[in-house]
């Protein structure tokens, strides 16, 4: 569980019991229930994180609502949208493994997360990710009902595929731009995990050509 959990529980479990204590017990009930739904939203589970040679996971559980060509500094990429509800588990992690080249954090407007303008013009963090010849970003955008982005690493950190790197609450959408060769595994309206659901696979990782279809798993990266 992500310790913000805490933060927005506690102070509820104790307005409710002042609550219950100057009037009756069942008029804490409210605060005890809106308490548990922060603990429920903030869960964290375990994730088993593919091994697959090149395999690029899905930092984010959620929809995939969009997967279409965009320009990047005059180069042809992929983008795959991936947007998170508010019952989704809303950790985010990072798509492939290797070290973050930059980090940017843009202000912006808070439009509804579905709306492709979002991408461009939301509150959104800007991560790239450069790995066995890959260069790879991510973005954690905020939504109509996300109001803060948090992002745990830094330029010169080292990632592993599948690692716990942030999060963002309530409602948001999570956009990955990757190179256009790659395979693609997913398709609009999947339903993706993070970590666990292979997005794609780079084909200019060197093992590529020898791996094949099938491939193994690892434990969840921490």
Known sequence: MVRDAYYYAIPLVAAGALIGW???PLWAFPAWLLAAFFLWFFRDPERVVAGEPGALVSPADGKVTDVSPVTVDGVTRTRISIFLNVFNVHVNRS???GTIRDVKY?????????NAASAEQN???VVTVEGDGQTVIFK??????ARRIVFNKKVGDRVERGERVGLIKFGSRVDVVLDASADLRIKVGDHV??????????RTHPEFAEAGSAGKTTQGAR
Request: cysteine-free; charged content about 15%; overall charge positive.
């Open 95 to 97: 798509p492939i493994a």
């Open 106 to 114: 843009h202000k912006g407007k808070f439009v509804n997360a579905m």
């Open 123 to 125: 509150e959104q963090n």
């Open 22 to 24: 100057l009037t009756a």
């Open 193 to 202: 995990k993070g970590g666990a659901s292979v997005l794609a696979r780079l």
């Open 140 to 145: 954690q955008i905020a939504g109509l009902l």
